[in-house]
Nanobody, 127 residues
């Protein structure tokens, strides 16, 4: 089992920044990737960014490219989402996710690709 705990959400004005963190614990030795998703009220869960755990290569959704950056600290089993130039449409609950596996090579961009989830953290961007 892997446990994920997000932190760093809050209320920010448009144009501001927030940094989300997600700490992983438990059986993390075979983590292949970690990702961030978000879900706004009345909408489906949406892919934001993912990072391959061992090599650190990352991929982001077009809607956040150039504004959001995913990174990780392997030693602390923590993944981060730096969010700059925030917009009101970025308002959502942000979820951290992890996939444990061996032998995969591709970026994981679907919610069904992940087998562990955090509880979510609210991000609200005011106009």
């Amino acid at each position: 089992q892997v446990q994920l705990v997000e932190s760093g959400g809050g209320l920010v004005q448009a144009g501001g920044s927030l940094r989300l963190s997600c700490a992983a614990s438990g059986r993390t030795f075979n983590t292949y990737a970690m990702g961030w998703f978000r879900q706004a009220p009345g909408k489906e869960r949406e892919f934001v960014a993912t990072i391959k755990w061992r090599i650190g290569s990352a991929y982001s959704a077009d809607s956040v490219k150039g504004r959001f950056t995913i990174s990780r600290d392997n030693a602390k089993n923590t993944v981060f989402l730096q969010m700059n130039s925030l917009k009101p449409e970025d308002t959502a609950v942000y979820y951290c996710a992890a996939r444990t596996d061996f032998g995969l090579t591709y970026y994981l961009t679907r919610a069904n690709d992940y087998n562990y989830w955090g509880q979510g953290t609210q991000v609200t961007v005011s106009s």
